[in-house]
């Protein structure tokens, strides 16, 4: 007979080989995790490392985590848990090591509804980077979806400050699968295409700058130029999904 074992993720900061702190905001889960790959963890930066739990059908979670140089020889934790099964989403956590213990500098906001991705982004300097953080939600599955995007970056003397993205240095870039005249339409199609929809929301059309297009796109938003190709590779091993158009979303002047 199943019994769920009470096991989890954790972060553990080390000092010569001493655990000095614990973390473990993750989900519980049924069994030892293994390696598995990136794109697995829907929403994780593609440059992490991934790990893999689950027990037949039962708690699976994945995590990504990857470090990221905030600032010269300031070095954070950025995490992606993924969970849920009919829902799928995506939970995001940026740790930091201060006076000896480990600190959330920043989480997501996100749970069932959302669809959300972290990336890292170069800030324009030596041994600096931001994380882009990027989430499409709706309070409920016929209606289209709000977009936030934002920047974070640290500063040593203030901390972590988060604004708007696309912003003068960095636009966005909307993969759709098409336009559709009616919210209905584009979620028929995000049904017909699942499991490699998964990412993809319905959006109204003009909520892009650039799209040229009226009504409503099934579309995933990314944060870096590579990660287009990438995307469409990962579809073209999806029969019967489009290859996606993609559209720069700049910054309104």
Same mark, same amino acid.
């Given at each position: 007979?199943?019994?769920?074992?009470?096991?989890?993720?954790?972060?553990?900061?080390?000092?010569?080989?001493?655990?000095?702190?614990?973390?473990?905001?993750?989900?519980?889960?049924?069994?030892?995790?293994?390696?598995?790959?990136?794109?697995?963890?829907?929403?994780?930066?593609?440059?992490?490392?991934?790990?893999?739990?689950?027990?037949?059908?039962?708690?699976?979670?994945?995590?990504?985590?990857?470090?990221?140089?905030?600032?010269?020889?300031?070095?954070?934790?950025?995490?992606?848990?993924?969970?849920?099964?009919?829902?799928?989403?995506?939970?995001?956590?940026?740790?930091?090591?201060?006076?000896?213990?480990?600190?959330?500098?920043?989480?997501?906001?996100?749970?069932?509804?959302?669809?959300?991705?972290?990336?890292?982004?170069?800030?324009?300097?030596?041994?600096?980077?931001?994380?882009?953080?990027?989430?499409?939600?709706?309070? &409920?599955?016929?209606?289209?979806?709000?977009?936030?995007?934002?920047?974070?970056?640290?500063?040593?003397?203030?901390?972590?400050?988060?604004?708007?993205?696309?912003?003068?240095?960095?636009?966005?870039?909307?993969?759709?699968?098409?336009?559709?005249?009616?919210?209905?339409?584009? !979620?028929?199609?995000?049904?017909?295409?699942?499991?490699?929809?998964?990412?993809?929301?319905?959006?109204?059309?003009?909520?892009? &700058?650039?799209?040229?297009?009226?009504?409503?796109?099934?579309?995933?938003?990314?944060?870096?130029?590579?990660?287009?190709?990438?995307?469409?590779?990962?579809?073209?091993?999806?029969?019967?999904?489009?290859?996606?158009? !993609?559209?720069?979303?700049?910054?309104?002047?």
């Amino acid at each position: 007979m199943y019994q769920e074992v009470a096991w989890r993720f954790h972060v553990r900061l080390l000092d010569d080989g001493r655990v000095v702190d614990d973390q473990s905001p993750f989900s519980a889960a049924c069994d030892n995790a293994e390696p598995t790959d990136v794109a697995h963890v829907y929403g994780a930066d593609p440059e992490a490392q991934a790990w893999r739990t689950t027990y037949l059908d039962k708690c699976e979670v994945l995590l990504a985590a990857r470090s990221v140089e905030l600032s010269p020889g300031v070095s954070a934790l950025l995490l992606t848990q993924q969970t849920g099964q009919e829902s799928v989403y995506q939970l995001h956590w940026l740790l930091l090591e201060q006076k000896g213990k480990l600190e959330t500098l920043w989480s997501s906001p996100t749970g069932p509804g959302h669809a959300s991705r972290v990336r890292i982004l170069p800030a324009g300097a030596e041994h600096q980077n931001d994380v882009a953080f990027i989430d499409a939600s709706s309070t &409920s599955d016929e209606e289209p979806n709000e977009l936030v995007a934002s920047r974070l970056h640290f500063d040593r003397a203030s901390g972590l400050k988060t604004t708007p993205l696309p912003d003068a240095r960095t636009p966005l870039f909307v993969a759709s699968l098409g336009a559709f005249k009616t919210s209905d339409a584009a !979620i028929k199609a995000w049904v017909q295409y699942r499991p490699c929809s998964v990412q993809y929301r319905v959006f109204k059309a003009n909520l892009f &700058s650039g799209a040229r297009a009226r009504g409503f796109l099934l579309a995933t938003v990314l944060a870096r130029q590579e990660d287009v190709k990438a995307e469409k590779s990962a579809l073209s091993t999806c029969a019967g999904v489009p290859v996606p158009s !993609i559209v720069e979303f700049h910054a309104s002047r």
